[in-house]
């Protein structure tokens, strides 16, 4: 598993995990009572050419810089393996990149808050615990434009929500490709532009939201200049020349809706097209002239200013602002002939609530072999519906719908007041052998986690501790009883 740093046992990763959650959510708690926090963020772009994941990622995701960690990775990929068979498995299970970025992410306090999948097309995000009953209003949305729109090789996929109360859209696209094609680029994009519609009638389309983060592999080539030009420049380290020519920049300078959209500088080399497992360009018979296909833009509506929940806002305050801090490839991963992009941003934010609508807590000390008890809260507009229910997670989960056990709220309700309401969990439900946990409440109306609470310690049962025990003098009786390895000297 060279994915990230080896974690020997179960034990060591949930206690790593609740230590890093117990920090994550002091840290979060200090910040929202500011006025305004940095929300750090690490977008990847990559066409991954049917690849299988890679052995390890830690440099692609910046794991073992120093510094602060981020708070939210969003990862899109374009030409996932989508044959007939592995589109159908990956339907029914999650594809094979999907389950990779959750193993990574998961021992590092991380969950998959959403994902959107549309043939080759794959969009993921994570989030860091601490975050999570504060990112509402989750939809995801997709676009085909492949085959004149019945097919979706081509296209574009999204997640939009609300963070801290701004409205956030990112959008993962594959555009046409080929040289001759720029115009039909363009008109995909604005297709996908008017297509995906939400259903809010404060932002109901993609350029409503308050930052639109546009990436992909948009397909856009070095126009004009020929190869040899091309590959010189490179070499020598001279990206500005080639940057006049640059199709994406070309169309910003003409067409409207483009020139809103922001883009960190070009300092690396043009990410296509390379031969595989190497960082020599195209050798094959047809030698593409290599291009910046993979890029990272983002858009900040104009007037993006709100109310707190007091109703304070200075006139002209603006409440979220994007720095770009890092924009480059990763010429060391070789899987397919692009190289992957990440851009690393820092969101200046002024949250709009800072509290969350569901608070919860275990009951007293849970015990294995107990039923327990789970107090929670609302606060009173909170939208709650019978299908509600809270969960119980290991430290270290995945998804939402990674849960131990879960107990509805109004079927296993034991009492409620006007302040607090207590469900039960059956002993039969909890694991016997205890560890660290923590409790999610999700919401049926929000279709997301509206509370989280701190991690807790469950006390293994006795039957457990004595299996435990157990097994320790049986192989206790097989160490004393093994023979001495022969060494023939």
Not at 149 to 175: A, E, P, Q
Not at 314 to 335: D, K, P
Not at 428 to 438: K, S
Request: hydrophobic content about 35%; overall charge negative; aromatic content about 12%.
């Amino acid at each position: 598993m060279a994915c990230v740093e080896d974690i020997s046992s179960d034990d060591e990763i949930h206690e790593e995990v609740s230590r890093t959650l117990d920090e994550a959510f002091l840290i979060w708690g200090k910040k929202l009572k500011d006025k305004c926090q940095e929300f750090r963020l690490h977008l990847v772009t990559w066409n991954v050419g049917t690849a299988s994941p890679p052995p390890d990622v830690t440099s692609l995701l910046q794991l073992s810089s120093q510094g602060p960690s981020m708070d939210m990775y969003v990862i899109g990929l374009q030409e996932v393996n989508s044959k007939i068979i592995n589109f159908l498995s990956d339907l029914a299970f999650d594809d094979p990149w999907s389950i990779f970025f959750m193993t990574v992410f998961s021992p590092l306090g991380y969950i998959k808050l959403s994902s959107v999948r549309m043939q080759g097309l794959l969009l993921l995000v994570f989030v860091k615990h601490a975050h999570i009953p504060f990112i509402r209003d989750i939809h995801t949305h997709y676009t085909r434009t492949g085959l004149y729109g019945y097919w979706g090789n081509k296209g574009g996929v999204t997640i939009r929500m609300s963070l801290y109360g701004h409205m956030i859209c990112f959008m993962n696209c594959h555009l046409p490709a080929h040289i001759e094609n720029a115009e039909q680029r363009l008109d995909d994009f604005e297709k996908i532009l008017e297509m995906q519609q939400f259903e809010d009638e404060n932002v109901p389309n993609i350029l409503d939201h308050d930052i639109l983060f546009w990436f992909g592999d948009l397909n856009f080539r070095i126009a004009d200049y020929g190869i040899h030009f091309v590959r010189e420049s490179i070499s020598n380290s001279r990206y500005n020349l080639l940057w006049e020519k640059d199709q994406l920049n070309m169309a910003k300078k003409k067409e409207a809706f483009l020139q809103e959209f922001i883009e960190g500088p070009l300092q690396f080399k043009p990410t296509y097209k390379f031969d595989l497992h190497s960082d020599v360009y195209d050798t094959s018979g047809k030698k593409r002239k290599p291009a910046w296909t993979d890029r990272i833009l983002w858009r900040v509506k104009n007037l993006s200013q709100h109310p707190s929940e007091d109703g304070d806002l200075s006139e002209g305050e603006q409440t979220i602002s994007v720095t770009l801090n890092n924009y480059i490839s990763h010429m060391s991963y070789g899987i397919s002939d692009h190289k992957p992009v990440t851009g690393t941003f820092g969101l200046q934010i002024k949250p709009l609530f800072s509290t969350p609508l569901v608070t919860l807590n275990p009951e007293g000390e849970w015990n294995a072999a107990q039923d327990v008890l789970i107090s929670y809260s609302t606060v009173s507009e909170f939208p709650s519906s019978t299908w509600d229910w809270i969960g119980l997670y290991q430290v270290a989960f995945r998804h939402v719908n990674d849960y131990v056990t879960y107990a509805w709220v109004k079927d296993d309700e034991i009492s409620s007041s006007e302040d607090v309401t207590q469900v039960y969990i059956s002993a039969d439900e909890i694991p016997h052998a205890g560890g660290e946990f923590l409790l999610c409440y999700y919401s049926h109306n929000m279709q997301s986690i509206a509370g989280m609470s701190q991690p807790f310690q469950i006390q293994p049962s006795r039957r457990s501790e004595e299996k435990e025990l157990a097994q320790e003098n049986i192989n206790g009786i097989e160490k004393l009883h093994s023979p001495e390895p022969y060494n023939e000297f």
